[in-house]
């Protein structure tokens, strides 16, 4: 039977990345029982130096501190493609999961990926959904060079964090490597400001949510009114990090490919108690997405599938509009929507 767990469990993947297959297949069960009974994990032993972070760390900050008429020079599209900044209190993820709530309280900057949109998805919708050029702010000067460096390490990280995944299901470790051709993933750095004036009842710096994609890995601030998950009890305990460690949780879509056998966990960003509502909070989550037209199915073939087959964007796309129109009913994603979470 997997572990109980009442907190998130911290586990070292250094052997992973260094050592044989005994020393791969340890990481891996300490994972599967992570995944199978709480969704989330902390990890250290990554290799990702902390002075990464804090590069980044620095130019977001600041960004965040220009006068908002400057920081909305590089806003959000209005195609709703996550992209640019997205001002202070403008989506709702508990909508998400159909639960009507005031607006977030946090404000963020986003972009996707790199590489250059495939020939496949070239001219198509998918191309304006998930490809859609990055938007970059003349200040500060370093803020681009330092996003797009933190993203390819996030994104080498999430891919082997997927082949321990792999491993973890009684997979080959490259299994899941011929859904990832030209990933989908978007990185998103959230502050959550100082509360000046009290929350609404029910307001949240984020809302109860679970993520959509495969794999998040975070990196926020602890201090108080931080990231909190939902345990078996339905009780909510508070995440505290070790230093320069990550956060790792699955999403409804990895979730939806081990036919439920994984859990994509509730999680929620809470408010600071009032004696510490002056002070803000800095996240920034790497939303880990497979190909635009990677098929999701159920990897056990023994198993009876819960779920039919689905193509990722389609899927990804409808749950994102209701977190970003605040809506609990939204029609079919149109070709110029694109993805958007936060942590």
């Known amino acids: 039977m997997p572990q109980k767990y009442d907190s998130v469990p911290v586990i070292d993947v250094g052997p992973y990345l260094s050592g044989d297959l005994d020393q791969k297949m340890q990481v891996a069960r300490q994972i599967r029982h992570a995944c199978e009974e709480i969704g989330f994990f902390s990890i250290v032993g990554h ?24 920081r909305e020079k590089v806003r959000q599209p209005s195609s709703g493609v996550s992209r640019g900044y997205s001002s202070f209190a ?14 977030d309280l946090q404000q963020s900057y986003a972009m996707g990926p790199i590489d250059p949109c495939p020939v496949s998805a070239v001219g198509t919708p998918a191309e304006a959904a998930f490809f859609h050029p990055n938007v970059w702010p003349d200040q500060p000067p370093g803020l681009r060079l330092a996003f797009e460096s933190y993203y390819r390490r996030m994104e080498k990280l999430a891919h082997q964090v997927l082949r321990m995944f792999a ?16 990933p989908t993933s978007a990185m998103r750095a959230i502050l959550y400001p100082a509360q000046l004036t009290p929350p609404e009842p029910g307001q949240l710096r984020a809302g109860a949510h679970t993520d959509y994609g495969t794999l ?20 909510w305990v508070d995440v505290h990090p070790e230093p320069d460690s990550f956060v790792c949780n699955i999403g409804d879509l990895m979730m939806r490919w081990t036919n439920d056998r994984w859990l994509s966990n509730m999680h929620r960003v809470a408010n600071p108690p009032p004696e510490h509502a002056h002070v ?11 190909d635009f037209d990677a098929e999701i199915r159920c990897i056990d073939p023994n198993a009876a599938a819960l779920y039919e087959p689905v193509q ?12 970003q129109h605040m809506s609990t009913s939204v029609a079919p994603a149109p070709a110029t929507e694109s993805q958007t979470r936060s942590n």
Do not use: W
């Not at 290799?47 to 400057?70: H, N």
């Not at 803000?280 to 497979?290: D, E, G």
């Not at 990722?312 to 977190?323: D, R, T």
């Open 312 to 323: 990722f964007g389609e899927y990804y796309l409808s749950k994102h509009l209701k977190a």
């Open 216 to 235: 998040t890995v975070l990196r926020g601030d602890d201090v108080p009114g931080g990231l909190q998950v939902r345990i078996r009890d339905g009780s």
């Open 90 to 103: 403008n989506r709702a993820l508990a909508y998400s999961m159909g639960d009507v709530t005031p607006p």
């Open 167 to 182: 491993l973890a299901l009684d997979l080959d470790e490259h299994h899941f490597d011929g859904a990832l051709k030209s």
């Open 47 to 70: 290799g990702v130096p902390a002075e990464a972070f804090e590069t980044l760390r620095k130019e977001l900050m600041a960004f965040f501190e220009l006068p908002e008429s400057d």
């Open 280 to 290: 803000q909070r800095l996240s920034v989550a790497f939303f880990h997405n497979p």
